[in-house]
């Protein structure tokens, strides 16, 4: 079975760094999309960035110039550098990724930006 394992949470200050990294493995078929997406409380879960296989890359206009994302093919692997995080980036952010049979998420890990 697909599994996704991220890792990188955590709590930081305003303006700080953080860099979540997301695992994929068991699947029979190419990933041919990884991304994240983030849910703060109370409001819907909302994509935050995504890659293809191909290395062309989508970002939410509220992250852009700050956040960049990145993926290993070989390793089935995705990044997320977040720099001058702002406390409206905390939230819970999911590792997702595609094939052509089926959509994965990660379990989430918690980010934190406050003072």
């Known amino acids: 079975q697909v599994q996704l394992v991220e890792s990188g949470g955590g709590l930081v200050q305003p303006g700080g760094s953080l860099r979540l990294s997301c695992a994929a493995s068991?699947?029979?078929?190419?990933?041919?999309?990884m991304g994240w997406y983030r849910q703060a409380p109370g409001k819907q879960r909302e994509l935050v960035s995504i890659?293809?296989?191909?290395?062309?890359?989508n970002y939410l206009d509220a992250v852009k110039g700050r956040f960049t994302i990145s993926r290993d093919n070989a390793k089935n692997t995705v990044n997320l550098q977040m720099n001058s995080l702002k406390p409206e980036d905390t939230a819970v952010y999911y590792c997702?990724?595609?094939?052509?049979?089926?959509?994965?998420w990660g379990q989430g890990t918690q980010v934190s930006v406050s003072s």
């Open positions: 890659i293809t296989k191909g290395g062309s890359t």
């Open positions: 997702n990724a595609k094939t052509v049979v089926g959509e994965y």
């Open positions: 068991g699947s029979l078929f190419s990933f041919y999309v």
